[in-house]
C-alpha cells in the first residue's frame, strides 16, 4: 500500500503550542494547590506522576508514526537528491512528526480546561485524519485486507481513542474542580491541601514508613496450607502486585510502550511478509505437477536429478516458513515479558534507593553528577533501541535453532538417522557417568563429608574426601571440556534474551562501567530518585503549607482583604480541630502500646 501523507498541521501546531504558552499566565490569590508551580511544564515533566498514561499514548502515537518512516519510507520531505540524504530526511521527518503533537504534550502539561479542549480536538483530528487515510487506502481491496491494516495499526488508534475518551473526561473533571480557565490553580484551604498531601502515593508511602512491620506469617504446618502458601508464592511471581505507594514515572511508562509498539510492527511486518513463501510453495507446487511427482520408467536423468532438487527446495521453504513462525512469535512473548520484568526491577530498585541500598544499583561515589545527569537523558532512546536489538537478535538466535531441529526431524523421517544413532551411542555412556557421579557426589557432600548432615560447613571424614577429589580429579577434566560447551550454549541463550534488560550488565560486576546502556539506566535510576524521594517530597510539601499559611496571615490581599479574614479563620478553626483530634488519636495509640506510661497520666496523679 502507497500513500501519501501530507503535513499541513505544522504551522497550526507552532502556532497553537505558542497560544498555549503565552496564555498559560497562573495568578497566585489564597491558598492554592500545591503542585501548580509558576511557569509552563512543556512539553513534559519526566519526572512527574500526573497524565502519565496520556503522556505514555501521545508517545505511542508518535512511536507509529516513526515505525512509518523505518517500514514504509513516509518521509515529511521527499526531496531528490543523493542517497545518503535519505538518512537526514528521516531524521527531519521525526522532527516534523514531532511537531505535529507537540501541542498534544503542551496541552497535557499546561493542566487546565483550555489545553484540554486544545487536546480533546487534536486527539479528534488525529484519530479522524487516521482512520479516513486507512479506510481510503483499503477501499478497493478486499475485506481481508481491510481487517489486516487495522490490525497493523491497532496500538495507534487505541493510543489516539485513549486520548479522544480521556482528554474530554478531564475536561469534565476540572470544570467540577473549579480550575481556572487558563491556569490549572484552584483555590483551597490549609486542611485540604494537608489531606491532599495524605492522600497522594508519597504521603501513604511515609505513613507506610512510620508503621510498624508486620509479623512475619507463621509458616503452615499442614500440608493443604504448604500448597497453598506455594500457589500464593507462583501467583505473586508471575502476576503484577499494585502498591498504592509507589507510581511510576510518565518517562518510564511512556518508553515500555513506546518498545511494546515497536515489537508489536515489527513483529506483524514479519508475519505478513513470510506468507508470501506460499506463493513460493505453489510455484513449486506447479513445477512438480509439470514434470510429475513420482519417478517415471526411461525417465531422462536430468530430470529425476531436477526432481530431486525441487523436492529439497520445497522441504526447505517449508522447514523455514514454520521455523519464522515460532521464532518471531517465541521472540515476542519473551521480549514482551521482558518489558514487565524491567517494570518490577525498575520499582524494586527505586525502592532500594529510597531506602539507602546500593547492592544492585552502584553508588554514586564513582561518577560524576554530569555524567548521571547525561545517562539519565539517554536512557530513554538506549532502552528503546535494545529492546528493537533484543527482539532481533533473539529472532535469529531462535530461528537458527528452530531450523536446526527442524533440519534434524526431516532427516530422520526420511531415514537418515544412523549418525544420530552414532552420535548417541558414543554420548549416553558420557552423559549416565556424569549424572551418576554428580549424584553421589551430592549425597557423599550432604551425609558424609559434612558434618549434621549438610547443616553446616565443617567438614568431616577427611581422609576418605581427599582421597575421593584425588580419583575424580582426572574425570572431572573431561567433564569439564562438555560442561564448557553447555556454559557458551546457555550464554548464548540467556545473553540474547537479557540483551533488551538496561537494569541488568551483560558484563562481570567489576566490567560494568563498559556496558553503556546500564551507565544510562544507572544515572537514570540515580537522577529519578534524587527527584522523586517521596520522604524529602512529603517533607517539602508540609514546610511549604506552613509557609503558605504564615504568608496569608501576615499578608493579606489589599483588594480582598475581608476574604483573606474569612479564609484564615476558617483555616485556623479546621486546623485546630484537625490537630485536636489528631493529638487525641496518637495519644490513645500511645498508651496501647505502652500502658506503663497510663500511671503518670494526670488524671492517675490526681487520684
Avoid at 475536561?171 to 474542580?177: L, P
Amino acid at each position: 500500500m502507497e500513500e501519501k501523507v501530507t503535513y499541513e498541521f505544522n504551522v497550526f501546531s507552532t502556532l497553537i503550542t505558542l497560544l498555549l504558552a503565552f496564555t498559560m499566565r497562573r495568578k497566585y490569590t489564597g491558598l492554592r494547590l500545591l503542585g501548580g508551580r509558576p511557569g509552563l511544564i512543556f512539553p513534559m515533566d519526566i519526572f512527574g506522576k500526573s497524565n502519565r498514561f496520556s503522556y505514555a499514548a501521545a508517545w505511542g502515537c508518535i512511536a507509529f508514526l516513526t515505525s512509518d518512516i523505518i517500514f514504509e519510507r513516509k518521509y515529511a520531505l521527499d526531496l531528490p537528491g543523493p542517497l545518503y540524504l535519505k538518512a537526514f530526511y528521516a531524521l527531519l521527518s521525526m522532527l516534523i512528526y514531532g511537531m505535529d503533537y507537540l501541542p498534544m504534550f503542551a496541552a497535557l502539561s499546561v493542566d487546565c480546561v483550555f489545553g484540554y479542549v486544545v487536546g480533546t480536538l487534536y486527539a479528534w483530528l488525529f484519530t479522524t485524519v487516521r482512520i479516513f487515510q486507512s479506510l481510503e487506502c483499503t477501499l478497493k481491496e478486499e475485506p481481508i485486507e481491510i481487517v489486516l491494516e487495522f490490525i497493523r495499526i491497532l496500538p495507534l488508534l487505541l493510543c489516539q481513542l485513549y486520548l479522544s475518551i480521556s482528554l474530554p473526561v478531564r475536561i469534565v473533571q476540572s470544570i467540577r474542580e473549579r480550575k481556572e480557565f487558563f491556569s490549572s490553580m484552584q483555590r483551597i484551604t490549609a486542611f485540604e491541601l494537608e489531606k491532599s498531601i495524605h492522600d497522594s502515593w508519597e504521603g501513604k508511602h511515609v505513613a507506610k514508613i512510620f508503621r510498624p512491620p508486620r509479623p512475619e506469617p507463621v509458616p503452615p504446618e499442614t500440608r493443604k496450607g504448604k500448597i497453598m502458601a506455594h500457589i500464593n508464592k507462583l501467583r505473586k511471581f508471575l502476576l503484577y502486585n499494585r502498591q498504592t505507594d509507589f507510581r511510576y514515572s510518565a518517562q518510564l511508562l511512556s518508553v515500555m510502550l513506546v518498545g511494546g509498539m515497536i515489537l508489536y510492527r515489527v513483529t506483524f511486518e514479519i508475519i505478513y511478509h513470510v506468507d508470501s513463501i506460499y506463493k513460493i510453495l505453489g510455484t513449486i507446487s506447479t513445477i512438480l505437477e509439470t514434470i510429475g511427482f513420482d519417478e517415471e520408467e526411461g525417465e531422462i536423468p536430468l530430470i529425476t536429478t531436477i526432481r530431486k532438487y525441487i523436492y529439497l527446495l520445497y522441504y526447505i521453504f517449508i522447514v523455514l516458513h514454520g521455523s519464522i513462525l515460532v521464532s518471531v512469535s517465541l521472540a515476542a512473548l519473551i521480549s514482551f515479558v521482558m518489558i514487565l520484568h524491567m517494570l518490577s526491577s525498575y520499582r524494586t530498585n527505586l525502592q532500594n534507593l529510597y531506602k539507602g541500598t546500593t547492592s544492585h544499583i552502584p553508588p554514586r561515589t564513582g561518577k560524576s553528577n554530569p555524567s548521571m545527569l547525561v545517562g539519565s537523558m539517554k536512557y530513554a532512546g538506549y532502552q528503546v533501541g535494545y529492546i528493537a536489538w533484543g527482539f532481533f537478535i533473539q529472532f535469529l538466535v531462535y530461528l537458527l535453532i528452530s531450523v536446526q531441529l527442524a533440519v534434524i526431524i526431516a532427516f530422520i523421517r526420511a531415514g537418515f538417522y544412523k549418525w544420530l544413532v552414532d552420535i548417541l551411542m558414543q554420548a549416553w555412556p558420557v552423559l549416565l557417568t556424569a549424572f551418576v557421579l554428580h549424584y553421589v557426589q551430592t549425597m557423599l557432600a550432604k551425609f558424609v563429608f559434612l558434618q549434621e548432615n549438610g547443616n553446616t560447613i565443617r567438614i568431616n571424614n577427611r581422609r576418605l574426601m581427599f582421597n575421593f577429589t584425588y580419583f575424580l580429579f582426572f574425570y572431572n577434566i573431561l567433564i569439564g571440556l562438555i560442561s564448557c560447551l553447555m556454559r557458551i550454549t546457555n550464554s548464548l541463550i540467556f545473553w540474547s534474551m537479557f540483551i533488551s534488560r538496561l537494569d541488568k550488565s551483560v558484563l562481570p560486576q567489576r566490567f560494568q562501567t563498559l556496558d553503556p546502556g546500564f551507565n544510562a539506566y544507572v544515572g537514570f535510576m540515580h537522577i529519578e530518585m534524587a527527584h522523586t524521594h517521596p520522604v524529602v517530597i512529603v517533607f517539602l510539601r508540609l514546610l511549604a503549607v506552613d509557609v503558605g499559611i504564615q504568608k496569608e496571615t501576615r499578608r493579606p490581599s489589599k483588594s480582598s482583604a475581608t476574604d483573606a479574614l474569612e479564609l484564615t479563620e476558617t483555616v485556623q478553626k479546621k486546623r485546630k480541630k484537625f490537630m485536636r483530634a489528631r493529638n487525641n488519636w496518637q495519644t490513645m495509640y500511645t498508651l496501647i502500646n505502652n500502658p506503663s506510661i497510663s500511671q503518670y497520666r494526670k488524671h492517675h496523679i490526681a487520684l
